[in-house]
């Protein structure tokens, strides 16, 4: 982005598939000089308290929010729902997260199970998901593992070698409905947030069958979008009156994730017109 960050609001912590722990994150981003940063982890609130404690001490605004992976029968690939200014205590969401981590706890030791079938030693790691069973636990702490340990030479190739549709040690996930996720995160005060459109291959398809539910925004600013992208979904947000976000995806200091934090995000200004959204979203409700 050409212009200057404020807002870096979609980042993750060890409390889902992060590297850095909330505390590490957001000491990083009062280093590189952010004002305002979102946790919005994997499937879970854990790492909001640490991060909202830390974010008093460093002077950085630390904004609650959720990325909920969401689907349907048939799809293979998730569509993800950023929630933003959520209450970490609404009782619909932490249900609707604590049955999600159950099943991700599951289905991860079956993905292990299937490795092992492989040949695979994967007994340091079932022992880590065995004595962490409040980590939402997911296939990137698997295909990490298999990096670290050399059974195969990057992420993709964990994921096309074992972990897709078709491999030997793929799972079938439990999705949530993208239409129950932007529900709840409405019922927890939330604004909900199409994440990063431009990694979806079928994106019109995919924009066609939910562009009726009532969405806050769209994360038009993303670290990996290319300049025709940022120019499509802006345009979009403009025709179905949607809010631009923006937001880096940080997930630490490993692989493509490592310099992340920041490089995209919302200036002061853009971020003033986000915030504007939520008096009108709740008279709305």
Known sequence: MK??????LHTHTTASDGTSSPA????????IGLNTIAITDHDTL???????AEGKIQGINVVPGIEISCGWEGRDSSVHVVGLFIDPKSKELTQMLE??????FKRALKILQLLENEGIDTKKLFDEFNSTPEKVLGRPHIARYLVENNYVKDFQQAFDKY???????????????????VKIIHKAGGLAVVAH??????WDSVWNKLKDLPWDGIEVYYSEHKNSEVDKFLALAERYNLVPVGGSDYHGEYGKHTGRLGTA???KEQYD?????????????
């Open 46 to 52: 854990g790492g909001f308290d640490e991060a909202m």
């Open 3 to 8: 212009n200057i960050v404020y807002a870096d």
């Open 163 to 181: 972990l897709l549709r078709g491999r030997p040690a793929y799972v079938p996930k439990q999705s949530v409905p993208p239409e129950t996720g």
């Open 265 to 267: 995000g919302l200036t």
């Open 99 to 104: 049955e999600q981590k159950k099943y991700r």
């Open 273 to 285: 017109v986000l915030l504007r959204r939520l008096p009108l979203k709740e008279a709305v409700n």
């Open 197 to 202: 459109p431009g990694l979806v291959p079928d």
């Open 24 to 31: 590490d994150v957001v000491q990083k981003a009062k280093e």
